[in-house]
């Protein structure tokens, strides 16, 4: 049973246009979301976390939101860029665990 | 500051052959992971450790085994590949459970 859901495998956006990833996940017990991004032949890198106690966290481009109640997160990009294009897997933590939960990934491509 | 290690980055097996591969971090994290990504699978966690000497099963432990003799080095075992260990594993670390943890490059292992 999939607990963190990426359900859109790819995604393609214009360069300069917002990009929207998306992630839904199950256990209410999750308290904390993390976005990572993937190029190919590289290891994921980590881009923006989100606590359970917030709805929004920004960085840069990057803006992580959080809605408890219907269990969703999304990762906005804005403006987006070429160098952009990459694998991007949501992960989630349960409380208390040492764990990570990672979603499939969803493919961004950024077309100039 | 190399960050996390994987050697080998490529290898190719026959069923039943043995083999280990090692991880090796520089940055004195406590928590150590070892992760599998296939195709529209994302990443699933083998085993993990929370500290030199320990070691835990994680979501697809089965045909694997792996040790922390030192604080630095994770090595995940594999006594007798399978096809459907041909996969590429990626080593991680953190510094707390359940927090952003570091990549390395990855280890494509192809098992015939």
């Known amino acids: 049973d999939q607990q963190v859901k990426q359900n859109s495998p790819s995604l393609s956006v214009q360069e300069g246009r917002i990009s929207i990833l998306n992630c839904d996940y199950t256990n209410s017990m999750f308290d904390y979301f993390l976005w990572y991004k993937k190029y190919p032949a590289e290891g994921p890198t980590f881009l923006i976390s989100i606590s359970s106690i917030k709805d929004k966290n920004e960085d840069g481009r990057f803006t992580v939101f959080l809605n408890k109640s219907a269990k969703h997160l999304s990762l906005h990009i804005v403006p987006s860029q070429p160098g952009d294009s990459a694998v991007y897997f949501c992960?989630?933590?349960?409380?208390?665990?040492?764990?990570?939960?990672f979603g499939k990934g969803t493919k961004l491509t950024v077309n100039p | 500051n190399a960050g996390v290690t994987q050697t080998p980055k490529f290898r190719v097996l026959k069923t039943g052959q043995s083999m280990t591969l090692l991880c090796a971090q520089d940055m004195n994290h406590e928590y150590m992971y070892w992760y599998r990504q296939d195709p529209g699978m994302g990443l699933r966690l083998i085993h993990y450790s929370v500290g030199e000497g320990t070691t835990a099963k994680g979501e697809v432990p089965d045909g694997y085994n792996v040790s922390r003799l030192k604080k630095q080095n994770f090595l995940l075992g594999l006594e007798s590949a399978a096809p459907s260990q041909t996969s590429v594993y990626f080593c991680?670390?953190?510094?707390?459970?359940?927090?952003?943890?570091?990549f390395g490059d990855g280890t494509r292992l192809s098992i015939l």
């Open positions: 991680a670390s953190s510094s707390q459970g359940g927090q952003p943890q570091h």
């Open positions: 992960a989630a933590r349960r409380g208390g665990s040492e764990k990570l939960v």
